[in-house]
T-cell receptor
Framework: DAMVIQNPRYQVTQFGKPVTLSCSQT?????MYWYQQKSSQAPKLLFH???????NEADTPDNFQSRRPNTSFCFLDIRSPGLGDAAMYLC??????????????FGQGTRLTVV | ELKVEQNPLFLSMQEGKNYTIYCNYS?????LYWYRQDPGKSLESLFV?????AVKQEGRLMASLDTKARLSTLHITAAVHDLSATYFCAVGAGSYQLTFGKGTKLSVIP
């Protein structure tokens, strides 16, 4: 059974039209991440939530926002998508704490196309 | 700033041959991961390496970690076509966030 679920798998949006990608998890992990992966590149961390604490990477554009209403769900909002935002967006989760760092589990990804 | 370098970035190998992918990182790390990614798909976890000298094997793949040298290797034994994919190493150093290498695109040809 899928433990990190992303919806939709494929999203086509118009240039400048806000779009939201969603991620849910059944692992009860306290950390959720959003990565952007462009073609033939490594995943790039956009931001993450450690519990309710939001942590933005320094070079993440303001156009990208995130919400985590509860432990299970996390959303990626792109306020005004540009052609350069076309990419695979990967959600991941992990359990972090004093006792041990665990591996990150990735969802299936959402491939975003901007037209 | 943690830097992770993988080499080679592209690897074309014949079926049945052996090869090694290298992952170097720049600062002390407490964990290292190897992921596989098929075209258009997400990342699949292969190995988690948490201590110096750790060695893990799954099928034709074996991963090892040398924290003193800041080096991990992914060794492929007797490659088969099904192993064609992109392989990423990812390193965690002092925090729970991971830094990924650029990936090694492996093509196994008959």
């Amino acid at each position: 059974d899928a433990m990190v679920i992303q919806n939709p798998r494929y999203q086509v949006t118009q240039f400048g039209k806000p779009v939201t990608l969603s991620c849910s998890q059944t692992l009860n992990h306290n950390v959720m991440y959003w990565y952007q992966q462009k073609s033939s590149q490594a995943p790039k961390l956009l931001f993450h939530y450690y519990d309710k604490d939001f942590n933005n990477e320094a070079d993440t554009p303001d156009n990208f926002q995130s919400r985590r209403p509860n432990t299970s769900f996390c959303f990626l909002d792109i306020r005004s998508p540009g052609l350069g935002d076309a990419a695979m967006y990967l959600c991941a989760t992990s359990r972090e704490g004093r006792e041990m760092n665990t591996e990150a589990f990735f969802g299936q990804g959402t491939r975003l196309t901007v037209v | 700033e943690l830097k992770v370098e993988q080499n080679p970035l592209f690897l074309s190998m014949q079926e049945g041959k052996n090869y090694t992918i290298y992952c170097n990182y720049s600062t002390t790390s407490d964990r290292l991961y190897w992921y596989r990614q098929d075209p258009g798909k997400s990342l699949e976890s292969l190995f988690v390496l948490l201590s110096n000298g750790a060695v893990k094997q799954e099928g034709r793949l074996m991963a090892s970690l040398d924290t003193k040298a800041r080096l991990s290797t992914l060794h492929i034994t007797a490659a088969v076509h099904d192993l064609s994919a992109t392989y990423f190493c990812a390193v965690g150093a002092g925090s729970y966030q991971l830094t990924f290498g650029k990936g090694t695109k492996l093509s196994v040809i008959p």
